[in-house]
């Protein structure tokens, strides 16, 4: 198995592969796929909006709509300043339509076989970091804009920055605090990587080590990584939607939360 | 500086296993960001008009729903309160329908009761009347044949004794007939 295994001379490269440079910019495999993968999708949203405006529906426009309405929905629930949630719709809806249609692509048959100059052509833009920290880096920072709009930016900014000197603690939670928007920004983007990754590599990997039986057995992996692209569209959409309004909903530095070990410790002195 | 220089290597060796191209990356990320404009321009706005258009009027049918079941409350109630009304004015048409044909029965059996009464008095009037008219003419035909028996018998006694009794008789015989 493992001699078959070497035979293949599989090769997984993390970082997506160049095949061409255009004025010194690389484009990618996973650049490629991520334009195909786009252009669908705004074929698909155009296409919607055009016979949503003659007033014309079928059922796939019909479909487009209910998952519009849902994620509209979804959005309502998670932002409490309608205002907001309806500015913050098109960059969630869009990360959501883009996430799903571009991580589907990554189950297109030829994935890893179809190459040009020893590349493959096929690779999700969802695995590539480049796509992943982009997004990540966008949602962050327009979370931060948003936040600057509603709070301000002093009092954004004392959400991070506290007198060390005059409180400690909470010099010490901002510092946790901007750790976390760090950590918050590169978990987005590696979870989708990794995901999206993972699935093609394990994909390739199943459709070796079944060699012909590939054709029964890769069917259900692919399934299965349909049913995760549409769950890791749904978390990027959703947690760009819960960071936002986090940000709105920070409390002052006045005003201490209930679950800060600020107020855990004043609990603590009150009750001794 | 040779540290900083080492990591600035470190990192850009990294951020090369992964993948991460500076230049690759602005071109994603500018790349989304138009994508985003022309969907929030072009496309979202259509399916937002649609969504609301549909949330508008499930609500306006809410809103006439409940407009219609308030109306048809108002109206049940209104017809409630007809109908006790109406209830209150036929318990007061029969009581004084019943007061009426009491006193209408009342009254047509005083005037039967007079009517018989003053039917009666006629009748008893007019039998006395009678009864006095009978006697006046009794009275009178006594008279009569008394004095056609007195006027008889005396002519008779003037002429002959067996005269007397056929005056007599026939006198009776008249009398009789």
């Known amino acids: 198995m493992i001699t078959n295994f070497a035979a293949f001379d599989l090769h997984v490269s993390i970082g997506s592969q160049t095949i061409w440079t255009i004025f010194g910019v690389p484009i990618t495999n996973a650049v490629v796929t991520g334009f195909f993968g786009t252009l669908i999708m705004v074929i698909i949203l155009f296409y919607a909006a055009g016979k949503v405006k003659h007033g014309k529906y079928n059922r796939f426009v019909g479909l487009v709509q209910w998952v519009f309405e849902g994620l509209l929905a979804q959005i309502d629930s998670i932002i409490p300043d309608a205002k907001l949630a309806r500015k913050i719709t098109p960059l969630a809806v869009t990360i959501f ?8 692509l990554s189950v297109l048959p030829g994935l890893d076989s179809v190459k040009i100059n020893g590349v493959p052509v096929l690779r999700s833009v969802t695995a590539d970091l480049n796509f992943t920290l982009g997004l990540a880096l966008i949602t962050m920072v327009t979370v931060q804009a948003y936040a600057i709009k509603h709070l301000g930016v002093l009092r954004n ?12 603690i909470g010099a010490f939670e901002g510092l ?16 989708l990587f990794g995901n999206a990754f993972a699935g093609e590599v394990l994909l390739i990997v199943i459709a070796l080590l079944s060699s012909y039986a590939s054709t029964v057995v890769l069917p259900v992996f692919m399934g299965f990584e349909i049913f995760i692209g549409l769950i890791q569209a749904y978390v990027f959409f959703v947690l760009t939607l819960i960071f936002t309004a986090l940000a709105q909903s920070s409390h002052g530095p006045d005003e201490i939360s209930p679950h800060s070990p600020t107020a855990a410790l004043q609990t603590v002195a009150k009750q001794e | 500086m040779l540290a900083m220089t080492q990591f ?13 191209d500076w230049k690759l990356l602005l071109l994603q990320i500018v790349a989304f960001l138009l994508l985003v404009w022309l969907l929030g321009k072009y496309v979202y706005p259509w399916l937002l008009k649609s969504v609301d258009a549909r949330k508008q009027a499930i609500e306006d049918t809410l809103e006439a729903a409940d407009e219609a079941k308030q109306k048809a409350d108002k109206a049940e ?14 318990a007061d048409i029969i009581t004084t329908a019943k007061d009426e044909a009491t006193a209408a029965v009342e009254n047509a059996e ?6 018989a009464e003053t039917i009666v ?33 005396t002519v008779g006694a003037l002429a002959k004794d067996s005269l007397d009794e056929k005056l007599v008789s026939s006198a009776l015989e008249d009398s009789k007939s």
């Open chain 1, 97 to 104: 339509f883009s996430v799903l249609v571009n991580y589907w």
């Open chain 1, 157 to 168: 900014s004392e959400r991070y920055f506290h007198n060390p000197i005059k409180d400690p």
């Open chain 1, 176 to 191: 946790l605090e901007l750790v976390g928007e760090v950590s918050r920004g590169t978990a987005l983007a590696l979870r």
């Open chain 2, 8 to 20: 600035a290597a470190a990192s850009n060796s990294l951020f090369g296993v992964l993948g991460i």
């Open chain 2, 77 to 90: 109630k209104e017809v409630a309160k007809m109908l006790q009304k109406a209830r209150e004015q036929a």
């Open chain 2, 110 to 115: 005083t005037k039967a009761r007079q009517h």
């Open chain 2, 121 to 153: 008095s006629n009748a008893q009037a007019e039998i006395q009347k009678n009864i006095s008219a009978a006697k006046r003419e009794l009275y009178n035909e006594t008279l009569d044949l008394v004095a056609a028996a007195t006027e008889k018998v």
